[in-house]
């Protein structure tokens, strides 16, 4: 088996891609390395495909557009147990890899370059990228997933072909730099990082990069891959800050400091709070089962263990009876007390407050029962076809 690849997806780089192929061919022969040049060509028009070939690599056409799909389709044709990916601008120095290849013979699936640490040249990364879009991107990367790595997004990085493949890598775009170290993550790979020089690419037309396209990509993946800060976090922090305000306005107004008081209105706001935070918890336990579906785990800790002791459908239905059964007979009570005073206004702590607090546990467990036949049918579904 080949050692290595050197994979570069292309699109348009006839002005740098000689220059990257000659770099890459001569960190081979000097380290001695039985190793192949990849490239990734996503459709160019300007002859890359030639230039290539005439430098001695190898071309694999990828007709899916993107990004992430010219990377995906190359590593599914790499060769070699180990492959270092780079763009193909000259902005990268493919003459000095050993560090990375280190790493992989240590036993790292993956090896990130760090940009921040290795030193960026002068108008090589634009202000918002350096300053605010990695920087930002980078650290609610490592809030999200745990992950030390400094740079998220750094196009220079090598891994195990064979672990990366079983990731099953599919976003087509610029999001697949996080889809990778993300998923890495989830699996519990060996994820390092090392310092990585970045210089002014060698490019006369403008990169493919979008900075607010892609970044928001960036982020959607990241938000959509840890239902722990996008449901469960703020869901637990909606449901304690209204059951918390239920609790105090309740049995009557509570006065705050500077004579503030809150009554029947702030009660209202606080029940709707708790409802909206019923509502995330629902949609966070529901895509932990559905990440679930597909492979991906995210720990043992205590939410995990909870949501497969409670988010079983059976389970969810009794506690959805329960809650049922629960808010409609105390909305009942409340109606048949409101009748007897021939239908005159509620009294607000006698009627009104336990009368809104019963329909909206009616509420929230027909929510519930509907989220769990939901992700009931995702699992048959996902079931189903894996048989077919």
Excluded at 109 to 130: K, Q, Y
Excluded at 253 to 269: E, N, S
Excluded at 372 to 385: G, K, L, P
Aim: charged share 20%; net charge positive; aromatic share 10%.
């Amino acid at each position: 088996m080949t050692e290595l690849t050197i994979l570069m997806p292309c699109l348009n780089e006839a002005e740098t891609l000689a220059t990257c192929v000659r770099k890459a061919r001569r960190f081979l022969e000097s380290s001695g390395i039985d190793g192949e040049i990849l490239i990734g060509d996503n459709g160019s028009t300007d002859g890359s495909q030639a230039i290539a070939r005439t430098e001695g690599a190898t071309v694999v056409d990828i007709s899916r557009r993107g990004y992430g799909a010219a990377l995906i389709g190359g590593i599914e044709a790499a060769k070699g147990r180990y492959i270092i990916m780079g763009d193909a601008d000259d902005s990268y120095d493919f003459s000095s890899l050993d560090t990375f290849v280190d790493r992989l013979r240590a036993g790292a699936d993956l090896v990130m370059g760090n940009r921040f640490r290795g030193g960026i040249g002068e108008r090589a990364m634009p202000f918002l990228h350096r300053y605010l879009g990695n920087p930002v991107l980078s650290w609610l990367g490592r809030l999200f997933y745990g992950i030390p790595i400094g740079d998220f997004h750094c196009g220079l990085r090598g891994f195990n072909r064979d672990r990366m493949r079983a990731l099953n890598l599919t976003t087509p775009g610029m999001e697949f730099a996080s889809e990778m170290v993300v998923k890495a993550a989830i699996a519990g790979y060996r994820v390092e990082e090392v310092p990585t020089t970045l210089q002014k690419d060698g490019r006369s037309r403008p990169p493919h990069l979008r900075t607010w396209r892609d970044g928001w990509r960036h982020l959607r993946f990241l938000l959509i891959f840890s239902p722990r800060f996008l449901y469960l976090i703020p869901g637990a922090t909606l449901v304690t800050a209204g059951l918390l305000g239920v609790a105090a306005t309740y049995g009557g107004p509570a006065v705050l400091a500077r004579g503030v008081v809150l009554d029947v209105h702030a009660y209202v706001g606080f029940v709707f709070m708790a409802m909206l935070g019923a509502q995330f918890l629902t949609f966070g336990v529901m895509m932990r089962r559905v990440a679930g579906m597909y492979g991906i785990r995210s720990g043992e800790g205590l939410i995990q263990r909870s949501i497969r002791l409670f988010a079983t459908l059976e389970w969810s239905l009794a506690v959805s009876a329960i809650g049922l059964l629960a808010g409609s007979v105390g909305a009942v009570r409340c109606f048949l007390a409101w009748q007897g005073t021939d239908f005159a206004p509620m009294a607000y702590g006698a009627l009104l407050k336990p009368f809104i607090l019963s329909l909206a546990v009616v509420v929230v467990s027909v929510q519930l029962l509907a989220a769990a036949f939901f992700a009931a049918s995702m699992e048959e579904y996902t079931a189903h076809r894996a048989l077919t």
